[in-house]
Structure formats: C-alpha cells, structure tokens
C-alpha cells in the first residue's frame, strides 16, 4: 500500500543500498540481517559498476599519514592540464607528530604512497617546494625528481599609495588586452614558444589550460599586435591570487611605460595581489624591483618526467639481439674496400 508524500504515513519504496544498513540495526532477525547485509552491497556495488564504466581514471588523490588514530599529515595530487599528463604535487602538510625518525622520513613516505597509488609511468610529475624546505627537496630528488627552475614571489609594499597614485588614464594603458576568444590561441603560442622543450612536454597545454589560468586580472600586452608579455594565473596556487609574469626571449623597450602602469592599476584595485617570475630573469625582476615590490621567498621547481623517459627508453634497442644492433651500425652495403674497376686495369 503507497500513501501520498504529504501524508506524514509515506511509504519510500527504493532499492536497498549501503545507506540504508542504519536501518537494519532494528530488525531482530539475525538471518535476515545478514541477508539484508549481502543485497544491500551487491545492490551499491552494480549502480557502482554502471557509473565507472563511463568515468576517467582519478588521478586527484590525497594521501594521509595516521598516528594513535589521528591525522599527523597529507599530500594531494591533482592535474594541472587539461589531458591529465602532468601531475602537481601540493607540498605536504605536517601536523603534530611523533613519528620516531623526522619529518624528512614522513615526507618520503607521503610522496612514495602517492606515487604508488598513481599510475607513474603515464604521468609526468610537478613539485613545487619552497627553496628553504630541505626535507622535501632531499625526499623528493631521493625519489628520481630533479630540479628545474628557481622563481620568485612578489607581494606588495604596504605604501602602496606611493606606488599606485600616478595611474589615471586607462588610455595610457590600451595596448594590455583581456584574455578571449580572439587572442586566447597566440596567448598559448607565446606561453609555449618562451618555455624550454623540457616544460612545453612536460606541461602539455592546450586552450582550456589558458582558460582554467584565466581572469579578471589576466591579460597580455600588445605592441603592433604582437604579444609581447602575459599576465596568467599561477599553475601551483588553486585558491590564492599569484599570477605568473612572462615576457618574450629578450627584454622589450617598449615594456617600461606601459607595465609599469599595468601592474600598477592591479595593484591599485588588487593589494593583496602576488606576482610570480623565473630567477633566472633579470630584466624582469630588476625591473619588479624597482617598482618597488616586495622579493618575500624563492622556490624550486622540481620535476619527474615519466613520460618523456619512457619514451625514450621504448626507442631503445637495448632489449634486442646483439645482430640487430650492430645491422642499424653497420653501412649499407660491401664493409671491405671495392676491388679495382676493371676498366682501370
């Protein structure tokens, strides 16, 4: 018998699952129970079933440490791209812990589970640690990660009112353009073409990963348009507003009026704005300097490349006959000296 859903006698009919074991507690038949127990599973494991088929492998784990029933430590790990090829691996939180070695020894174990639990040779990996972080930085070169490129972070002077009250006209500023459908594809040509080969295969990017790295502050400048600088959300911060700065090969006179004001009007409408550039840069970070922003701390990129190894170990011919090996040395052809044309005899 079926009561209307008003009636405060309703009857919900539905197929039993995992979350209805609560309810079974009352029943005093044990048997049944039991029985109860085994549909209910089986019910949730078949809708289970049906859902996976269609769904992608996860590759966002978080992997936690355990102590006397609490949680002393975890590490996520998630994609940065869109094709799921590049893993970022957050820098591991550390609670109280009375682990009988060192924090180093639990770092070690954090990452060496969270590889374990993603598939390492169909990903590429990304650590971004801070520069005085030892016990990462050991653990993970420990764990075949080398070390990339160093960057800096900028934040803000609290005299922001020095440097933010010359921008008036928004004129002066026509050539930083946002971030669409009619620029967005030379934004990713000019993000890929001023990154080493090592990072653009590491990184793998498409449009949708300049998409994920773009908003309202976000941009590129243009002079006779072409991109000359990009203003892009940092791949490493998923809440926070750190924004990567990047400028061609070589340093463009025509950058120093108009980023200057360009930084300045974000600063103005954004205080607690971070900028982010390579060390390696400068130009760059002379030019940050001078503004004058604020250098607060250095990190390491650090980075594993599966895939690109993998690769590259398959083209080997290391697993093949010693024949082989020595057919693809060899020159086509007679090895020994021909003998003498008989019309020159």
């Given at each position: 018998?079926?009561?209307?859903?008003?009636?405060?006698?309703?009857?919900?009919?539905?197929?039993?699952?995992?979350?209805?074991?609560?309810?079974?507690?009352?029943?005093?038949?044990?048997?049944?129970?039991?029985?109860?127990?085994?549909?209910?599973?089986?019910?949730?494991?078949?809708?289970?079933?049906?859902?996976?088929?269609?769904?992608?492998?996860?590759?966002?784990?978080?992997?936690?440490?355990?102590?006397?029933?609490?949680?002393?430590?975890?590490?996520?790990?998630?994609?940065?791209?869109?094709?799921?090829?590049?893993?970022?691996?957050?820098?591991?939180?550390?609670?109280?812990?009375?682990?009988?070695?060192?924090?180093?020894?639990?770092?070690?174990?954090?990452?060496?589970?969270?590889?374990?639990?993603?598939?390492?040779?169909?990903?590429?990996?990304?650590?971004?640690?801070?520069?005085?972080?030892?016990?990462?930085?050991?653990?993970?070169?420990?764990?075949?990660?080398?070390?990339?490129?160093?960057?800096?972070?900028?934040?803000?002077?609290?005299?922001?009112?020095?440097?933010?009250?010359?921008?008036?006209?928004d004129l002066l500023i026509e050539s930083f353009q946002k971030?669409?459908?009619?620029?967005?594809?030379?934004?990713?040509?000019?993000?890929?073409?001023?990154?080493?080969?090592?990072?653009?295969?590491?990184?793998?990017?498409?449009?949708?990963?300049?998409?994920?790295?773009?908003?309202?502050?976000?941009?590129?400048?243009?002079?006779?348009?072409?991109?000359?600088?990009?203003?892009?959300?940092?791949?490493?911060?998923?809440?926070?507003?750190?924004?990567?700065?990047?400028?061609?090969?070589?340093?463009?006179?025509?950058?120093?009026?108009?980023?200057?004001?360009?930084?300045?009007?974000?600063?103005?409408?954004?205080?607690?704005?971070?900028?982010?550039?390579?060390?390696?840069?400068?130009?760059?970070?002379?030019?940050?300097?001078?503004?004058?922003?604020?250098?607060?701390?250095?990190?390491?990129?650090?980075?594993?490349?599966?895939?690109?190894?993998?690769?590259?170990?398959?083209?080997?011919?290391?697993?093949?006959?010693?024949?082989?090996?020595?057919?693809?040395?060899?020159?086509?052809?007679?090895?020994?000296?021909?003998?003498?044309?008989?019309?020159?005899?």
């Open positions: 018998m079926f009561f209307n859903r008003e009636n405060k006698n309703y009857i919900a009919v539905e197929e039993l699952h995992i979350r209805h074991l609560n309810l079974l507690i009352d029943l005093k038949n044990n048997e049944f129970n039991n029985w109860f127990y085994k549909m209910a599973i089986i019910n949730t494991f078949e809708d289970l079933k049906k859902f996976l088929i269609n769904l992608e492998k996860n590759k966002n784990k978080c992997i936690i440490a355990i102590q006397n029933k609490k949680v002393i430590g975890f590490i996520h790990t998630y994609p940065i791209n869109k094709k799921k090829t590049c893993l970022k691996v957050d820098e591991p939180k550390i609670y109280d812990c009375k682990y009988p070695n060192d924090t180093r020894e639990l770092i070690l174990e954090l990452l060496k589970k969270t590889i374990f639990f993603n598939d390492v040779s169909l990903s590429n990996w990304i650590i971004t640690s801070d520069i005085n972080n030892l016990d990462l930085i050991s653990a993970s070169r420990e764990l075949g990660f080398q070390p990339l490129k160093e960057t800096k972070v900028w934040t803000i002077p609290k005299q922001i009112k020095n440097i933010t009250k010359s921008i008036e006209n971030i669409d459908e009619t620029n967005i594809k030379s934004v990713l040509n000019f993000v890929r073409s001023n990154e080493s080969i090592m990072v653009r295969n590491l990184l793998d990017y498409s449009k949708k990963d300049i998409e994920k790295r773009n908003d309202d502050l976000c941009g590129c400048i243009t002079i006779n348009g072409e991109i000359i600088f990009t203003i892009l959300k940092d791949i490493n911060y998923k809440k926070k507003k750190i924004y990567t700065l990047m400028r061609g090969i070589c340093w463009d006179e025509r950058l120093n009026t108009v980023l200057e004001l360009v930084i300045k009007k974000i600063i103005k409408n954004n205080p607690n704005v971070i900028f982010k550039t390579y060390s390696e840069d400068k130009a760059l970070n002379k030019f940050l300097q001078e503004l004058p922003l604020n250098e607060t701390k250095n990190e390491l990129i650090l980075i594993k490349n599966s895939l690109i190894k993998r690769n590259t170990i398959n083209n080997l011919s290391v697993n093949k006959s010693l024949d082989s090996i020595l057919k693809k040395i060899n020159p086509p052809g007679n090895p020994f000296p021909a003998p003498t044309p008989s019309s020159l005899k």
